[in-house]
Structure formats: C-alpha cells, structure tokens
Nanobody
Framework: QVQLVESGGGLVQPGGSLRLSCRAS????????MSWYRQAPGKERELVAT????????NYANAVKGRFTISRDNAKNTVYLQMNSLKPGDTAVYYC?????????WGQGTQVTVSS
C-alpha cells in the first residue's frame, strides 16, 4: 500500500534553514507529480510546492517563493524541501503527497516550528 514518510522537521530560529525529506513507496514514484503541503494550527492544509515527474518543472506558493526549493531523487523514491529564511508563519506540520489528487492516506507529517 501507499506509504509516505516525512522527516527532517524541528525547531529553528527565524532566518534559519531546514531540509525536509519524504520517502515514498507503494506506487510508481518516478511517474508521479509530487507536492509538499502544510497545515498550521487552526488552518486548512495548503499546497506549498510541486515538482514534475522528472524534476524539470517546479511551482511554489507565493508565500514561500524564493525561499523554498523542492527537488526529488527518483532512484531513492524521495522528494525534498529545502527551506531557507524561515519565518514564524512557516510553522506547520509538513506533508508530502501526489498532485493534483492526493492519495487518501497521508503520512504522519513532520513538525516545523519557527520561533526565537
């Protein structure tokens, strides 16, 4: 079955950086467009970044454009999110899933907290 395992979150000061990883299994990763999503307390889950099957095309939410970079390694069935210049507003649980229609089952996510 589909498994999505996110990691790499933590507590970081404003202006800091983190690199998230998501290991996928149970489907053909190399032909699947993948995205990172996030959900902050009391808010709905939102799309953060998307990467095409080959990695040749990426898209970002306006709130993270220029600060976050999505990438993938199809040999490792893994998608990454490099987050720089982090802000308190980036605090959320981060998830990966396919796009445009996510799998019904989500991973546990990884908590990112940006605070001084």
């Amino acid at each position: 079955q589909v498994q999505l395992v996110e990691s790499g979150g933590g507590l970081v000061q404003p202006g800091g950086s983190l690199r998230l990883s998501c290991r996928a299994s149970g489907f053909t990763f190399s032909i699947t467009t993948m995205s990172w999503y996030r959900q902050a307390p009391g808010k709905e889950r939102e799309l953060v970044a998307t990467i095409s099957r080959t990695g040749g095309s990426t898209n970002y939410a306006n709130a993270v454009k220029g600060r976050f970079t999505i990438s993938r390694d199809n040999a490792k069935n893994t998608v990454y999110l490099q987050m720089n210049s982090l802000k308190p507003g980036d605090t959320a649980v981060y998830y990966c899933n396919k796009n445009p229609v996510p799998f019904p089952s989500w991973g546990q996510g990884t908590q990112v907290t940006v605070s001084s």
